[in-house]
T-cell receptor, first 118, second 112 residues
Framework: DAGVIQSPRHEVTEMGQEVTLRCKPISGHNSLFWYRQTMMRGLELLIYFNNNVPIDDSGMPEDRFSAKMPNASFSTLKIQPSEPRDSAVYFC????????????????FGSGTQLSVL | QQQVKQSPQSLIVQKGGISIINCAYENTAFDYFPWYQQFPGKGPALLIAIRPDVSEKKEGRFTISFNKSAKQFSLHIMDSQPGDSATYFCAASMRNTDKLIFGTGTRLQVFP
């Protein structure tokens, strides 16, 4: 398996532009997570999906951020309009949540998208 | 209540030494405590995890010690190697939720 695939690896854009980050989870996984990593705030959970349905988006910083999961093999995180403070590494992670189990026991992370907003 | 506090922020250890990273939490509803390892340019990867019904879990050179009454848990890396140089994150999660709350990370450097 190729693991969780994120694209692009690096994105440089200007303030005010729309940015779309993409994620392909591991086949067969039913949970998908978007995290943001910065030096100041560490790893922050933005939103997660179970079976393609958004479950908790309380970590999404503002209305400028939106995430979709149209099917089990694809998700996007969109920032519109982007701002310099959005500069960070954005990670997508997937896992298989067993029925009746508690927490997701093993998250598989992609290599991240390094976003720079100038 | 949702935070996981991790220390130290950075750690330098000689090859062969023991690396110890500590985490503390407040929310007693947390019942799953994993540690993730992250190399530069890569996403975090699960290293080892523990549930509060045991006080210690060992996998090779990596051991988690868990103190439920103190609400603390720690990662011990025995015989530390240069290849262990990475950033380590503790995390916590509550039963029946998928939210994994991460600590702020510890950058470990092991010198030969």
């Amino acid at each position: 398996d190729a693991g969780v695939i994120q694209s692009p690896r690096h994105e440089v854009t200007e303030m005010g532009q729309e940015v779309t980050l993409r994620c392909k989870p591991i086949s067969g996984h039913n949970s998908l997570f978007w995290y943001r990593q910065t030096m100041m705030r560490g790893l922050e959970l933005l939103i997660y999906f179970n079976n393609n349905v958004p479950i908790d988006d309380s970590g999404m910083p503002e209305d400028r951020f939106s995430a979709k999961m149209p099917n089990a093999s694809f998700s996007t995180l969109k920032i519109q309009p982007s701002e310099p403070r959005d500069s960070a590494v954005y990670f997508c992670a997937s896992s298989f949540r067993r029925r009746g189990s508690g927490a997701n026991e093993k998250l598989f992370f992609g290599s991240g998208t390094q976003l720079s907003v100038l | 209540q949702q935070q996981v506090k991790q220390s130290p922020q950075s750690l330098i250890v000689q090859k062969g030494g023991i690396s110890i990273i500590n985490c503390a939490y407040e929310n007693t509803a947390f019942d799953y405590f994993p540690w993730y390892q992250q190399f530069p340019g890569k996403g975090p990867a699960l290293l080892i995890a523990i549930r509060p019904d045991v006080s210690e879990k060992k996998e090779g050179r990596f051991t988690i010690s868990f103190n439920k009454s103190a609400k603390q848990f720690s990662l011990h890396i025995m015989d530390s190697q240069p290849g262990d140089s990475a950033t380590y994150f503790c995390a916590a999660s509550m039963r029946n939720t998928d939210k994994l709350i991460f600590g702020t990370g510890t950058r470990l450097q092991v010198f030969p």
